[in-house]
């Protein structure tokens, strides 16, 4: 059977996912020197590395979320997340690594930052630290208040994957550096 070269393309991405890419993609172009990736092209030429946009994602499970949290990042207040190792499995995404690069959405899925991940530590729920908590920024900054938001997010977000929260399940506890606010 020959195919019909005039039916519509399934694969095709959807116009809002080419503009949003474009967004994300002059927004790479814009804050890449921060992550010093211009300089590198300077040198020995411009790679797929330095051209293309490193993921991007945002926080939460909301649209209100994302945009309160990233209004934190962008304010230095939030330097710090928490994921659950279960959540990286069930996306078949690989777990942050030091030094890697995210640009970081609004709730819109506009660009607000660029972020560098510091420090990445995978611990049990249980043992997340009053530091760890108070470098996420959020409420009051405490340990108690940190555990309570994160167990009820979990509850409501893990995957459907036979897995739900429990203490002892595995944290991946991230730093991370702002290095480029969008608007600068």
Request: hydrophobic content about 40%.
């Amino acid at each position: 059977m020959t195919p019909d070269v005039n039916a519509p393309d399934a694969d095709e991405p959807a116009a809002d996912d080419v503009a949003q890419a474009r967004r994300i993609q002059q927004f790479w172009e814009q804050s890449r020197t921060r992550a010093g990736m211009a300089r590198v092209g300077a040198v020995v030429g411009v790679g797929w590395t330095e051209t293309m946009p490193p993921p991007a994602w945002s926080f939460g499970d909301s649209p209100q979320l994302a945009d309160e949290l990233l209004r934190l990042v962008l304010a230095r207040v939030k330097t710090a997340t928490a994921g659950a190792v279960w959540e990286y499995e069930a996306a078949d995404e690989p777990l942050p690594r030091k030094g890697s690069l995210s640009i970081v959405l609004d709730g819109a899925g506009e660009p607000g930052a660029l972020i560098r991940t510091t420090v990445v530590e995978v611990v049990r729920f249980e043992a997340v630290t009053e530091e760890h908590a108070f470098l996420e920024g959020e409420g009051d900054r405490s340990l108690e208040e940190w555990r309570e938001s994160h167990e009820t997010y979990w509850r409501r977000t893990l995957p459907p994957t036979g897995h739900e929260f429990r203490p002892d399940m595995d944290i991946v506890c991230e730093r991370f550096e702002l290095l480029y606010p969008k608007g600068r």
